[in-house]
């Protein structure tokens, strides 16, 4: 291995000594201009290349993954592999967490009053002031949305609280924050009877989504709910009830996301003699208020994770959706343009002790956005 590195390092060297190569990142406005470009093929080989990105600081390989379609494919196994980024603002794993175009926003899961938004890849953060209204609430879920032109961006968070004294009503609040503005506004506030807000929620082309559970018990295929609310007018059309979206089956849990500004959701189904034990795992699209299912995964995949819990962590990002269990650090990939499936490189991160949890979320590196 010492001599592998070695001739790594030499290697390095020599390359650095081409003056194609001194001047690679230099060529970047002339690629866009000349289609023939450098070919990195013609410098190095890929395994070496991906070895060199690999010792490279991060933020110089997301200049370089610009430059040509290459270098771009040779960065995605690198960061399947595993790259540590730290996060400055969180204080525990408990925190509730939401990223969109380069930009991760923080919250503390005690007071749900402690917020922060961040580039990890620049290490810029920034403390936002604590929302208006409850400082505690049973319930919040937070949703992150920056405009890829503009780069301004838009935190909602909807808590809720149960009324004392009375389990089926339920008040809930929406609060948004503006970036431009840098101000929070008391959104919307409605009394909610036989249901409650949760922790899921996405933003998703100027329409907030979260979902609702039923306090009511009642049929299996009405435990679960969807709300929508327009953050642009502010409005729901009335009662945010009357905006409800019934679920397609019965589910154990639903994840939301955003993947090119469509709202998909990834649910665990239920069995039909027993709702609350997953039998699989479905993947819907909404398309205006109705939902299409668009993939089931495989049973040879779902049984791959071993013992399932009914509640699981997923999320997205451009056509991928990833799926992983609380309990084990596989990941399962599903691509939504090629329709297939498949078992992400082995996590870097490995379980220490029987009741160690895991879990992520999507993130997309971006240099020129600042919170």
Not at 199 to 210: A, K, P, Q, R, T
Not at 250 to 266: A, H, I, S, Y
Not at 339 to 367: A, D
């Amino acid at each position: 291995m010492e001599g592998e590195t070695s001739w790594i390092n030499d290697c390095v060297e020599e390359a650095r000594e081409i003056s194609e190569f001194d001047s690679f990142l230099e060529l970047s406005d002339e690629a866009n201009k000349d289609d023939s470009g450098v070919s990195v093929d013609l410098i190095l080989p890929d395994d070496l290349l991906e070895r060199i990105i690999a010792y490279l600081p991060i933020a110089s390989i997301f200049r370089a993954g610009s430059l040509m379609i290459q270098l771009v494919m040779l960065l995605i196994p690198s960061f399947e592999s595993g790259m540590v980024l730290n996060f400055p603002c969180i204080e525990t794993s408990t925190w509730f967490i939401a990223s969109s175009c380069g930009l991760v926003c923080f919250m503390d899961n005690d007071s749900r009053s402690k917020l922060y938004v961040c580039n990890p890849v620049t290490k810029d953060c920034k403390k936002l002031e604590e929302p208006p209204g409850l400082k505690f609430s049973d319930y919040s879920a937070l949703a992150l949305s920056v405009n890829r032109i503009s780069h301004g961006y838009t935190i909602s968070i909807v808590k809720s609280k149960q009324v004392p004294g009375n389990f089926f009503q339920w008040d809930l609040s929406i609060y948004i924050y503006d970036s431009e503005t840098m101000m929070w506004v008391a959104s919307w506030t409605e009394v909610l009877t036989g249901w409650r807000g949760g922790d899921e929620s996405v933003i998703c082309d100027g329409i907030l989504y979260f979902l609702i559970y039923s306090t009511r018990g009642g049929t299996p295929e009405n435990r679960h709910g969807l709300i929508m609310y327009n953050l642009s007018s502010r409005s729901s059309h009335g009662l945010l009830i009357r905006s409800f979206i019934p679920i397609p089956c019965p589910l154990t849990c639903g994840r939301l996301m955003n993947l090119k500004e469509k709202l998909v959701m990834v649910g665990g189904i239920g069995k039909q003699d027993r709702p609350d034990i997953i039998k699989g795992i479905g993947i819907w699209v909404l398309n205006g208020k109705e939902w299409q299912e668009v993939a089931r995964m495989p049973h040879k995949f779902f049984q791959g994770f071993g013992e399932f819990d009914d509640v699981f962590a997923s999320s997205g990002t451009d056509d991928l959706i990833y799926i992983q269990s609380y309990g084990a650090p596989a990941l399962l990939v599903y691509d939504m343009n090629q329709k297939h499936w498949r078992w992400s490189q082995k996590c870097p991160v490995t379980k220490r002790f029987p009741l160690q949890l895991f879990t992520g979320f999507c993130f997309e590196p971006r240099l020129e956005i600042a919170p």
